[in-house]
């Protein structure tokens, strides 16, 4: 019982990762109708640009620091007019289509601009472990969890209590109404972008003290946050977020009873039965649309 | 390895094996706690390794943690930071050594960063090459395999082999090496094993 518990334990900390990431997708396809096929690499790009802010001498917390800004710039603002808005007019599949060329495009340029290698990156949380009730519990595994679902419940306060917020919500639900009402569409939207290129950064910090800093860190990553979103609800926010903790928990305990090599089918499995039995998700609410 | 274990004092009281490329091995390490070892012997790859260390430091497990060359290779040190302190293990070549402190020096010197296994051997392995050309005279490709198998090339009269090494008739080589263990980021020897078929 107390491995199960632990295995449990260490799979929400991982699924919470994934649940940035998930948060991130569903956050761009209610407000903009844009599906990220590059998210995974959005995770990859802020932790080189911590690695490169690392190497020129500058602590951990204000490289995080500044690679949010960078991230917002490039993954946010540059995406968001450079691919996003050019190919809005001709419906999601370019789009879907440029974004996962895009990703291929990310992933190479880091290979061939910086490095090929694993670089290593530091711990963000000390290497204390606790013993509850026999249940061994890292100081990571707490830090990353926390931290994690504190940055979903400030992004959910932020878009259920503030003004802002509550106007991207009325983009996302009804863009012409929305307009109508005099709310600033396109500055909402970016907003959107901006926030899911903050969340990457941070799926970046807490991730890559596991994974390494790899150009192909984002491959599996952007796969199982797209699942965990499918699982939850994509239209639901509060669905992305339970999506990435069943896909990090069942990943984990199938690792542990069942095989290290069925970990990555997984997620698959559990997108698989889902979208036959609930297509809208576990938490999503079905769309219709007259023709 | 477990076959060669029998009979031996040391018990394989679990195997465990993980994914190719995997990135979380948590599940793995438990299996490895839970199995209640004397000590855990690691074989992945270098990126593997030092996310395994990691995870390792992580679970908190104070069991030594033992492996090959790559487990404690200066990459692996670097992936691994602090993680990889107190892991052990067996190196054919390293450069805190005392025949290659020299060159280790050099190649930081001209590099700016340390040289790991692969550097030492890449140097050598020209010198053994220069030195059998040498021996033969010419460059006669079988000639010169000819001369470095069953051949021996001592430091003192080749100093770029840096360390005397013998090849057996297959071409397998037969020199010193070390005992490892990681200490504050850096590979501390603690035992010098002779060749394998060193006279007595």
Known sequence: MTDFLQLFLSGLATGSIYALAA????????????????????????????????????????????????????????????????????????????????????????????????????????????????????????????????????????????????????????????????????????????????????????????????????????????????????????????????????????????????????????????????????????????? | MTKLMEGSATKVVADISTDAGAVDFSAAVLKAKQSDADAIFIVTNEEESARMLREFRKQGVKKPLIGETTLIGQKVIELAGDAANGALGHVGLTVEAAPLKAFGAKYKTEYKSESDHNGIKGYTGMYVLKAAIEKVGKLDRKAVAAAIRGGCFSAKQTPGVLMDVCFDDKGDLDRESFMVEVKGGHQVVTATLPPLNAKK
Request: aromatic share 12%.
């Open chain 1, 23 to 291: 948060l991130g997708f569903t956050l761009l396809w209610q407000a903009s109708g844009t599906i990220n096929f590059a998210q995974g690499e959005f995770v990859m790009l802020p932790a080189f640009m911590m690695v490169v802010l690392l190497g020129s001498g500058l602590p951990l917390y204000v490289a995080f620091a500044v690679s949010i800004v960078l991230s917002v710039l490039v993954l946010g603002w540059l995406f968001k007019r450079g691919l996003v808005d050019p190919l809005f007019k001709y419906g999601m599949m370019p789009i879907v289509v440029a974004t996962i060329g895009l990703s291929i495009a990310m992933r190479n340029g880091v290979r061939a601009g910086y490095s090929a290698e694993p670089q290593p990156f530091p711990q963000v949380f000390p290497d204390k472990v606790f013993d509850v009730a026999g249940v061994t519990v890292s100081a990571g595994d707490i830090g990353t969890f926390v931290f994690a679902m504190l940055l979903v419940v400030v992004t959910q306060a932020f878009l259920n209590k503030t003004v802002t917020g509550r106007a991207m919500q009325a983009v996302a639900q009804n863009t012409e109404s929305a307009s109508v009402l005099g709310i600033n569409v396109p500055r909402m939207i970016f907003y959107t972008f901006a926030i899911n290129a903050v969340l990457a950064a941070a799926a970046a910090l807490l991730v890559t003290p596991t994974y390494l800093a790899k150009f192909d860190m984002g491959e599996g990553l952007g796969t199982k946050a797209f699942f965990a979103a499918i699982i939850g609800g994509f239209n639901n926010s509060r669905g992305a977020l339970l999506g990435g903790l069943i896909v990090g928990v069942c990943e984990n305990l199938a690792a542990a009873y069942i095989s290290p090599a069925y970990k990555d089918a997984v997620a698959l499995l559990i997108f698989m039965v889902v979208i036959l039995f609930k297509p809208q998700g576990l938490l999503g609410k079905k769309e219709e649309r007259k023709v």
